[in-house]
T-cell receptor
Framework: DAKTTQPPSMDCAEGRAANLPCNHS???????VYWYRQIHSQGPQYIIH???NNETNEMASLIITEDRKSSTLILPHATLRDTAVYYC??????????????FGDGTTLTVKP | DGGITQSPKYLFRKEGQNVTLSCEQN?????MYWYRQDPGQGLRLIYY???????QKGDIAEGYSVSREKKESFPLTVTSAQKNPTAFYLC??????????FGNGTRLTVT
């Protein structure tokens, strides 16, 4: 899997957009970008994934640069419940690969009132 | 509701004892996984199983054992050979290669 780099921590004001960056400069052509988050003392939760196009779902948006060397997860209107550790993972698709994702240290996002 | 159940939430054992952590899923997922998480760190893969009666070692399998006799169940045994067993243990499952579904973990403390 390609190595990812995330800032260790970020703050965001409640109601504002939270923009979480991830650098994956060694990403291969067949590797996707996945985002998960982990609220304290719970299991991680899948958020979104993408290959090269921008993606949006009910939880977040994912913006991937044209060269695919970095991406940004956007939470459009952060709430206190979005306080969590956010993991950026890069890996190929394939039936044997989901569970072998590398969860690094992630970014601790703190949403403040 | 479908999901993954890990029990118990907290587990305490004396050093030298084996302990088995339970993981049950009713999602009808083929693949199941066990991870270990230490404070302030990410997840490390212990064992995984793609199908009943088959499982593979992950990155840190030493001192652990698993079984997969039923599709719904993937118990993890932490043996006395595991040098630092105190950790947060997470079980997950997947049907496709897109997303993992996690349980809420078991926090094991060995003294």
């Amino acid at each position: 899997d390609a190595k990812t780099t995330q800032p260790p921590s970020m703050d965001c004001a409640e109601g504002r957009a939270a923009n979480l960056p991830c650098n994956h400069s060694t990403i291969s052509g067949n590797e996707y970008v996945y985002w998960y988050r982990q609220i304290h003392s719970q299991g991680p939760q899948y958020i979104i994934h993408g290959l090269k196009n921008n993606e949006t779902n009910e939880m977040a948006s994912l913006i991937i640069t044209e060269d695919r060397k970095s991406s940004t997860l956007i939470l459009p209107h952060a709430t206190l419940r979005d306080t969590a550790v956010y993991y950026c993972i890069v890996r190929p698709r394939g039936n044997t690969n989901a569970g072998k994702s590398t969860f690094g240290d992630g970014t601790t996002l703190t949403v403040k009132p | 509701d479908g999901g993954i159940t890990q029990s118990p939430k907290y587990l305490f054992r004396k050093e030298g004892q084996n302990v088995t952590l339970s993981c049950e899923q009713n999602l009808n997922h083929d693949a199941m996984y066990w991870y270990r998480q230490d404070p302030g760190q990410g997840l490390r893969l212990i064992y995984y199983s793609q199908i009943v009666n088959d499982f593979q070692k992950g990155d840190i399998a030493e001192g652990y054992s698993v079984s997969r006799e039923k599709k719904e169940s993937f118990p993890l045994t932490v043996t006395s050979a595991q040098k630092n067993p105190t950790a947060f243990y997470l079980c997950a499952s997947s049907m496709d290669d897109i997303s993992l579904h996690f349980g809420n973990g078991t926090r094991l403390t060995v003294t």
